[in-house]
């Protein structure tokens, strides 16, 4: 089993992608830190102790990061995600307590207590806990086996401006400091996560499984019906962050290239865009595995088969 913590800002994706982890034995969830993003901490710390609760694994302990990224204010998505952030499935009030220690000292401890290599971060939020994780103890970054993260984007442009996807968008100054680490570092930009669509047909997969969680990541996965779907042919929103729980569970199902990815921090016009050299004409050593495809099938049938273990 391999070591996960997972930092997240839920968000109607992120539960579905909190929830593959959690169904799936490969990985050991050591746990969950929240981040403002979607929706403010607030909200995300609870959804993510609700989404705990729901996979009926108490044993997972969740954190409260960071409540604003690190030199911005924040920007939020509840046009995406609704007000609370799970919009679409009514969960009760979260039995999982909060753990009372910061999310960020969880992050620097947990990677300096465990043996050198082992732990793995899987990021599906803004990099704010994480960026700041490094600032405050850099000496986590030699230690980190890889960071997997949701974020940025190439050929597909942005979803947040013309150019930048959200996550990258909300806390460039994190995710500059994340890429800049040297700790290794694949990310699923929406070039990929635009090739998993969240159509009804897929979507009533999970809701014909009889379980409550397939029923709730089905319900709140439809949300992406009721925005503009001209983006994504008409099909529904992508499945963003659960490619990247998927891309550890099954690296075979995805393709990438080793590319040098630098973000934009300074120019208010393009603002966290993820500059991707993927011909080499900068010279700048790669430091990303930039994933470009995945076989969707394989995908669909990956979560379908996972959530059916879920109550
Ligand atoms: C990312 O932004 C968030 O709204 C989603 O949860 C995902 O992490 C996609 O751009
Ligand atoms: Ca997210």
Known sequence: MRKVIIDTDPGRDDAAAILLALASPELEVVGIVAVAGNVPLHHTERNARRIVDLSGRSDVPVYAGCERPMSRELVTSEHVHGQTGLAGYELPEPRTQLESRHGVDFIIETVMSAESGTIILCLIGPLTNIGTALVKQPSIAGRIREIVLMGGTRAEVGNITPSAEYNIYVDPEAADIVMKSGIPITIAPLDVTGLVLGGRERLARFANLGNRAGAAIAALLDFSHSLDLTRWDGIGAPLWD?????????????????????????????????????WHATGRRPNANFLFEVNVEGFFDLLTERFARLP
């Open 242 to 278: 659960p490619c990247a729980v998927a891309y550890l569970l099954r690296p075979d199902m995805f393709k990438g290239k080793m590319v040098n990815v630098c973000i934009e921090t300074t120019s208010p016009l393009t603002r966290g865009t993820t500059v991707v050299d993927w």
